[in-house]
């Protein structure tokens, strides 16, 4: 999808919209964000994506129900107000002096439309039909413009309807990564009898690689995370630039607490959620959130970066807390509970026949398999002992990042030099990690136990960009 072309074909084409002649109305547009607000409000009551809805208001009429003159505005193909909803070509009864002067109506009737496009049993499936993803609406926007050729995207890549709603949501809502983030297949379209009306097989269904959920249909007390994409996110005072009140490192566990605030951007779809983190509160960009999970949240995080860590690991089930909601952050770190924390990053592997060499080991040890994998790996043992009791220091920590996890780490390029220096055994392995900011702590008190919160803040340093 080229959004320049795009943007051209969306220009003409609304420098080139006949109206047709109607009685003017003493009326005018609201303010962006108001129109936007109503937008969502309803697509949340009609379970539709309100990024997609949003998508086609802008493209429609780029959010407008009324011309300069205060008349609403009706195309040359019957279409009336902000979402161009035809009352000739759908199977819904409605008030057309109503479509044209009230905004809340017109919306409505529009994710009504929308909604029976969704529910026609000769289009094809996509996915599993999850109302909340965004890609699985693609056939229901396709024929809410129309099934015909125009919209074929195998014949007109560039100018099919639901393409340019796709393109739309991807930069005003934030979606895309890089130069674009949707992904469709070549779909099987058919035409009969030469017509220009699309066919499509019976029973089709298609699958996508992407598959993203709406980050706008967040309720109040909803727990969500940062995510990773774009590193630390900026928490705001309020929905306006230079309002920043700090950045929150991905994997960020909050809870929104009200309902969202729109952009008052023409460019931006996506909405603000006010939140609340362990010690922070503010407004985040709908656009870096994700849908939560209770396991992620520990009573005893602390901070919200230490939060961000802890969420981390749970969320990808290396490390979990205890029964009552507390992680122990505090508690020192057993050398067992390592090798369960490696295998569980890791995915470790040994032969089936591998026999442990360390003879410190209880055979009843309920970690025995992990310890025998780390142990294979080199990553724990040595002098023929596991001690997987005992508890792990500082320094061993270091030992067991750098030999883990050594495609992770840029090499050093300078050596520093702590205040403790004497006292580290393996100043090699220290200094690797202090280079790629594992650690920051001079001096690094190398006989010090780590803890449980400890390692999973060394882990997110290494392995999540922030």
């Known amino acids: 999808m080229k959004k320049l072309v795009i943007v051209l074909v969306f220009i003409f084409g609304i420098i080139g919209l006949k109206q047709l002649p109607v009685q003017a109305n003493e009326s005018n547009n609201l303010p962006i964000d108001e129109v936007k607000e109503k937008i969502t409000n309803i697509a949340q009551q009609y379970d539709i994506p309100p990024e997609i809805l949003k998508a086609i208001a802008f493209i429609e009429t780029g959010y407008k129900q009324f011309q300069e003159d205060g008349s609403p505005i009706v195309s040359n193909d019957g279409g009336i107000g902000m979402m161009q909803v035809t009352p000739g070509k759908i199977d819904i009864e409605v008030d057309e002096e109503k479509l044209k002067t009230d905004l809340t109506y017109n919306i409505e009737i529009a994710a009504q439309v929308l909604i029976a496009k969704w529910n026609l049993s000769y289009l094809p499936e996509m996915n599993d039909q999850d109302r909340t993803v965004l890609e699985n609406w693609y056939f229901a926007i396709m024929a809410y413009n129309g099934l015909s050729k125009q919209n074929d995207p195998n014949e007109n890549p560039d100018e099919a309807y639901q393409e340019r709603v796709y393109d739309r949501m991807e930069g005003s809502s934030l979606i895309y990564w890089n130069d674009h983030h949707f992904d469709f297949p070549t779909f099987d379209i058919r035409y009969e009898d030469n017509s220009n009306s699309m066919k499509f097989a019976e029973g089709k269904h298609y699958t996508t690689e992407t598959q993203t959920p709406s980050q706008q249909l967040f309720e109040q007390g909803d727990l969500v995370y940062i995510d990773e994409r774009d590193g630390s996110v900026s928490l705001r005072s309020a929905v306006t630039e230079g309002n920043v009140v700090t950045k929150l490192w991905p994997y ?215």
Do not use: C
């Not at 729109?262 to 362990?278: I, L, Q, R």
């Not at 390592?338 to 309920?366: C, F, H, R, W």
């Open 252 to 466: 960020t566990p909050l809870t929104i607490v009200d309902a969202p605030t729109e952009s008052p951007s023409m460019d931006n779809d996506f909405v603000y959620y006010p939140v609340e983190g362990v010690t922070v509160e503010g407004f985040v960009a709908s656009a870096y959130l994700n849908q939560g999970k209770e396991s992620m949240v520990f009573s005893d995080a602390g901070d919200d970066r230490r939060a961000a860590a802890l969420g981390f690991v749970a969320l990808n089930d290396f490390a979990n807390g205890y029964p009552g909601g507390s992680f122990g952050s505090h508690d020192p770190l057993k050398r067992e509970h390592v090798a369960v924390i490696l295998d569980n990053t890791l995915q470790l592997t040994m032969p089936s026949d591998y026999e442990m060499k360390a003879d410190d080991v209880d055979p009843g040890n309920a970690y025995i398999e992990q310890l025998a994998k780390a142990e294979f790996n080199g990553l724990l043992g040595g002098g023929g002992k596991l001690r997987p009791k005992e508890f792990l220091t500082r320094a061993q920590m270091a030992q067991v990042m750098s030999d883990a996890f050594e495609d992770y780490f840029e090499k050093p390029t300078s050596t520093h030099t702590f205040k403790d220096q004497e006292h580290i055994w393996n100043p090699e392995a220290v200094n690797l990690i202090y280079h790629n900011n594992v650690t920051v702590a001079d001096p690094f008190h190398p006989n010090i136990d780590i803890t449980r919160s400890q390692f999973a803040i060394f882990l997110y340093r290494t392995m999540v960009d922030f």
